[in-house]
């Protein structure tokens, strides 16, 4: 365990306190590429703020901020302003980007497109160049796989780095607990965890060899959640297929440990589709259940097959690799294991903290004289600031290390703020919090503490 004086030292070796993340979308993205850095730099005292790219406050925390990230950020008028007020401070700029959304040929290509409305699909196309000029006026990217930073480098010769999707405390969290409830007796089950309706292709792609492979495995049902159609030949098999809508995050841990099996498809005749993540070994891996992806770069950089996972890309390899998973209990069960070993081991909140912080460094001593200015012509939009409340993020007090004193992520002042205590075998606890009001002097917080099995409140102050 890290001591407070060795964080300080980090702290102060960087010369970054504190990270402004600006967002240009939410939800899943939003977490694995902003909140969850913030929380791994909280770990050696670097303080954070998330705001989505309309908010109001933008600026004036940007102007107290040591280093703007911006993820998924299109161009308007107001981030351009904003990135060349950093660069008169000096502050580096850097784009985070997690799926190929700044390349307008290859979005044409994605078949999804051509099943929403035109005027959407339009504003999709059209963003892809706002990406690309606010990248452009950047320092560097930060990329979530490593085909999308080579993507990066070729197309646009801008400064690159690797940050993989990792594991949160609060996902870690959710997902222990999952593994350490008692199962119920159920059916045996596989699952495809698609998220939106963009991966109805990948679906497609493998559902003849699921198929046949529930038709041999006349016991075995088959969730699916999310929103992927029930196709007619699903529906043939009755109630063994059940279709799940979306679900919070916090749910999907609890859900993927009633799978025994976890699909993960991707269609690999598109570029966009090579360079996505591997999320959906990493979170089933997290509460041991085994997955079978298609080989790309990503999930075969991550997955040693018949160790920790299995690889399969025709029909015929995804209807054995079932037919092998579901009948040899033993061999799921050590894969899985293997999974959780792995994940935990390579992407905790420690190790992500000391890549993401590698990658601020790099940036601020290596990229000092590659800036350019900001090209004033480019047609972007003129958007008015809007405020724009993001989902909060509950941070889990992290009380195995030795210090108490770690700053979490700076959130809206709506924002609800979580802490899991462990049992203490004693009468009392005291507990030492400290809020930053950030000169609001007539700012107040409600404490409560309740027991987590009736909701009871225990004490409070305000």
Same mark, same amino acid.
């Given at each position: 365990?890290?001591?407070? /004086?060795?964080?300080?030292r980090?702290?102060?070796?960087?010369?970054?306190?504190?990270?402004?993340?600006?967002?240009?979308?939410?939800?899943?993205s939003?977490?694995?590429?902003?909140?969850?850095?913030?929380?791994?730099l909280?770990?050696?005292?670097?303080?954070?703020? *998330? *705001?989505?790219y309309?908010?109001?406050?933008?600026?004036?925390?940007?102007?107290?901020?040591?280093?703007?990230?911006? +993820?998924?950020?299109?161009? %308007?008028?107001?981030v351009?302003?904003?990135?060349?007020?950093?660069?008169e401070?000096?502050?580096?700029?850097?784009?985070? *980007?997690?799926?190929l959304?700044?390349?307008?040929?290859t979005? /044409?290509?994605? =078949?999804w497109?051509?099943?929403?409305?035109?005027?959407?699909?339009a504003v999709?196309?059209q963003?892809?160049?706002?990406?690309?000029?606010?990248?452009?006026?950047?320092?560097?990217?930060?990329?979530?796989?490593?085909?999308?930073?080579? +993507?990066? $480098?070729e197309?646009l010769?801008?400064?690159?780095?690797?940050f993989?999707?990792?594991?949160?405390?609060?996902?870690?969290?959710?997902?222990d607990?999952?593994?350490?409830?008692?199962?119920?007796?159920?059916?045996r089950?596989?699952?495809?965890?698609s998220g939106?309706?963009t991966h109805?292709?990948d679906?497609?792609?493998i559902?003849?060899?699921?198929?046949?492979f529930?038709?041999?495995?006349?016991d075995?049902e088959?969730?699916l959640?999310g929103? *992927?159609?029930?196709?007619?030949?699903?529906?043939?098999?009755?109630?063994?297929?059940?279709?799940?809508?979306m679900?919070?995050?916090?749910?999907? =841990?609890?859900?993927?440990?009633?799978?025994?099996?976890?699909?993960?498809?991707?269609?690999?005749?598109?570029?966009?589709?090579? %360079?996505?993540?591997?999320i959906?070994?990493?979170?089933a891996?997290?509460v041991?259940?085994?997955?079978i992806a #298609?080989?790309?770069?990503?999930?075969?950089t991550?997955?040693?097959?018949?160790?920790?996972?299995?690889?399969?890309?025709?029909v015929?390899?995804?209807?054995?690799s079932l037919?092998?998973?579901?009948s040899?209990e033993?061999?799921?069960?050590?894969?899985?294991?293997q999974?959780?070993?792995?994940?935990?081991?390579?992407?905790?909140?420690?190790?992500?903290?000391?890549?993401?912080?590698?990658?601020?460094?790099?940036t601020? $001593?290596?990229e000092?004289?590659?800036?350019?200015?900001?090209?004033?012509?480019?047609?972007?939009?003129?958007e008015?600031?809007i405020?724009?409340?993001?989902?909060?993020y509950?941070?889990?007090?992290?009380v #195995?290390?030795?210090i108490?004193?770690? =700053?979490?992520?700076?959130?809206?002042?709506?924002a609800?703020?979580?802490?899991?205590?462990?049992?203490?075998?004693?009468s +009392?606890?005291r507990?030492?919090?400290?809020?930053?009001?950030?000169?609001?002097?007539?700012?107040?917080?409600?404490?409560?503490?309740?027991?987590?099995g009736?909701?009871?409140v225990?004490?409070?102050?305000?």
């Amino acid at each position: 365990m890290k001591t407070a /004086k060795h964080v300080e030292r980090l702290a102060t070796k960087t010369l970054l306190g504190h990270v402004l993340f600006v967002v240009g979308v939410e939800e899943a993205s939003m977490r694995y590429r902003a909140y969850l850095p913030a929380e791994a730099l909280s770990l050696f005292g670097i303080t954070s703020n *998330v *705001v989505f790219y309309t908010d109001p406050q933008m600026e004036e925390l940007a102007a107290h901020a040591d280093c703007l990230v911006l +993820h998924r950020v299109k161009a %308007t008028r107001r981030v351009i302003n904003l990135i060349e007020q950093a660069r008169e401070r000096q502050v580096r700029v850097l784009f985070d *980007v997690d799926d190929l959304v700044f390349e307008y040929e290859t979005l /044409k290509q994605i =078949p999804w497109l051509r099943t929403i409305p035109p005027d959407q699909a339009a504003v999709i196309l059209q963003n892809s160049d706002l990406y690309r000029t606010t990248m452009e006026a950047s320092d560097a990217v930060i990329c979530s796989t490593e085909p999308l930073r080579e +993507h990066v $480098t070729e197309l646009l010769g801008i400064p690159a780095y690797h940050f993989p999707n990792g594991v949160g405390m609060r996902l870690q969290s959710i997902s222990d607990a999952a593994l350490n409830k008692v199962p119920l007796p159920r059916p045996r089950r596989i699952g495809y965890f698609s998220g939106t309706h963009t991966h109805q292709d990948d679906w497609q792609m493998i559902e003849p060899g699921v198929i046949d492979f529930l038709q041999q495995s006349t016991d075995v049902e088959l969730w699916l959640v999310g929103q *992927v159609k029930l196709t007619s030949a699903l529906r043939k098999l009755g109630d063994r297929v059940k279709l799940l809508p979306m679900q919070a995050w916090q749910r999907l =841990p609890d859900l993927t440990r009633q799978v025994d099996i976890n699909l993960a498809p991707l269609t690999l005749d598109l570029d966009f589709n090579e %360079t996505k993540s591997a999320i959906k070994w990493l979170e089933a891996a997290l509460v041991q259940v085994p997955t079978i992806a #298609s080989p790309s770069q990503p999930f075969r950089t991550v997955i040693k097959h018949g160790h920790n996972g299995m690889l399969a890309d025709t029909v015929d390899e995804w209807r054995k690799s079932l037919e092998l998973l579901i009948s040899d209990e033993k061999l799921r069960h050590n894969i899985g294991q293997q999974a959780r070993q792995d994940a935990v081991e390579s992407f905790n909140a420690e190790k992500q903290s000391r890549r993401y912080l590698d990658i601020l460094e790099q940036t601020i $001593t290596t990229e000092s004289n590659t800036r350019k200015s900001v090209q004033a012509n480019k047609d972007v939009p003129d958007e008015a600031p809007i405020p724009h409340p993001l989902e909060p993020y509950e941070m889990t007090l992290y009380v #195995s290390r030795s210090i108490a004193r770690v =700053p979490t992520v700076s959130l809206r002042s709506d924002a609800r703020l979580e802490f899991q205590l462990p049992a203490i075998n004693s009468s +009392h606890l005291r507990l030492d919090l400290l809020f930053a009001t950030h000169g609001h002097a007539h700012a107040e917080v409600l404490v409560e503490v309740t027991d987590p099995g009736d909701g009871t409140v225990l004490a409070s102050a305000e």
